[in-house]
């Protein structure tokens, strides 16, 4: 009976403990129900609020977002620009899915309107059956004027700044605007060559008023580097443009122009460095030509016995830029020699010195002018020395002064009698023209804006210069000869840059040219067959005959197509004309000869920076060709 009846209170309780154990079940799971269920409620109910457009992707809200409708979009704080503008460079819109990526770069659009002081921003707000956008904008005021600050000496007057601004007053203020009108003001800074002008600063204040900083580009210091024989003062007292002066581009190129016509430099190129004030470090840097040259020969005749010659020519003499020639001729019937020297400067002002003596003979001729085939050969020598100076006046116009002194006479070849003397040869004879001392002093007047004198591609040259022989000085021969020459080039490709890098001479050889020039001399006494005019030949009209026509008036003529052919090589096509008219006569038109033809350049290296020239000359007039040699351009 009591085994029965505990099994009963057994069952009972476990019983009991099942049935109380199922209740607490049921019980935690309705809670944990009602929990998730407010849970829910919780996150459909907020929207997040980014306080910038900016959201990384760990900010984003999760994918049920997407399926939020932009129900409205309400812009505030614009007062000019109208709703219809911001709402046209949106993407997003009332009625379409919200998409966050697509309102952030709606942002960046309004921003990119330029009309707003700082970035847009936005806030969500929940609406029945969506989510409404309110984009919160700055205006920029409205424009009231220009306030101007220039670091630098002010090239331009603040009142032409502000003039150079093309925004009415009261029009709203927009970046697009702004940065036409700085670009308009950096641009009259370049069209002057002060191309490292720059604007630096631009605020606009509450009122209106945009603040422009100007730098008009100022330079620091310049150096030099690649020199190991020049030395720097060679290269840097060529240069106008100073520490402390606005960099002017154009200005700048003429400097080492100038310096490349030194004939010291294969090559210069240029680098720049900005200090943190934004001033410029100009680097020079150089690669130095051969400058130095030697030549030796020697033979031996029976008729002349020993002969030997040399000659020595340095450029660049204890690297100061200065110019030494030696050249001898020993033995022979004609012994000759020349010593000569030139200084770019010996003062502060940049004078120039030149000083030559020499002992030289050369065959020479006189032509009849009606028939070239017919004329007088001679060998004429010289003998004498001269000293020169250059002052410059500025940067383009030259002084000039030489006096020389000259002893001549003529040696006829072959047994010729003076009465067999072609008629030109015999007035200079009758005329006591022939021989004789000739003492002299010249004086000089030079305009020259080419960028490159070996080889010009744009500016001109003009010259006048007068000589009077005798008189005070002495001599036999007293005469007023007085000459000017204008020579100009046009550049058919023109660049511009806003930082020259360099020069070299294969950049001269890349330009096509036209050139031209012009010369008119003339002279009033007895004129010396040495100081005589001369036309024809190589120098002057290509393809005649070396002095084909002398006497003591002259015009010539030449126009000249040059043009790139291959790094270091170019071609020409010129046509020549000119006229010479012995002592006595007038200039006269029909003895005027004229040739044209073509040929080409060559820089050779060693041979230093002029191109070895080549021409072929066709004599129109007489109907003759000749192939000529030489060094350099003719002009």
Known sequence: MFQLKSRFFITLIITVFIVFGAGILVYAEENQGEKKTENTEEELTPIPQPETPATTEEEKPPAAEKELVVKAIEIQGNARILDEQILA???????????????????????EMGYFRTPPKYILEPMEGGVKVLILIEENPPFSGVKVKIIGPGLFKEEEIVAMFD????????????????????????????????????????????????????????????????KSIVILRELTLKPGDVYDSVQFRRDLEKIFALQLFEDITVDYELTDDRQIIVIINVTEARTGQFGFGAGYSSQDGFLGEFTYTERNFRGMGQRVNLMGQIGGPNPDFMVSFYSPTIDKRGTSLTTEVFLLSSTDRVRNIDNPEEFTKFIMERKGGSIGFVRPLNETDDLSAKLSFLDGSIDVEGDVDPADYIEQLKDYMQRGLLEGTSNSVQLGFTRDTRDFALDPSEGFSANITGTYYGGLLGGDFDALKVSTEYRTYFKLNKEREQFVTGVSPTRFHKNHVIAFRIFLGGATGGLSLFDSFKVGGSDSVRGTEEALQTGDKSILANLEYRFPIITNLSGAIFIDSGTAAPPGESLNMDNVVTSVGGGIRYRIPFFGIAPLRLDYGYDIKNGTSRVTFGFGQIF
Request: no cysteine.
């Open 89 to 111: 460079v949106m993407v997003t819109r009332p009625g379409r899915t919200f998409v966050y990526s697509e309102l952030e770069e709606d942002m960046v659009r309004i921003g």
């Open 167 to 230: 925004i009415e007053k009261g029009e709203i203020i927009g970046s697009q605007r702004l940065a036409e009108n700085y670009e308009k003001i950096e641009d009259a800074y370049r069209q002057k060559g002060y191309t490292a002008a720059t604007i630096v600063g631009a605020e606009i204040d509450n009122q209106g008023v945009v603040a422009v900083e100007i730098n008009e580009g100022i330079i620091k210091e310049f150096k030099v580097q690649g020199n190991t024989k020049t």
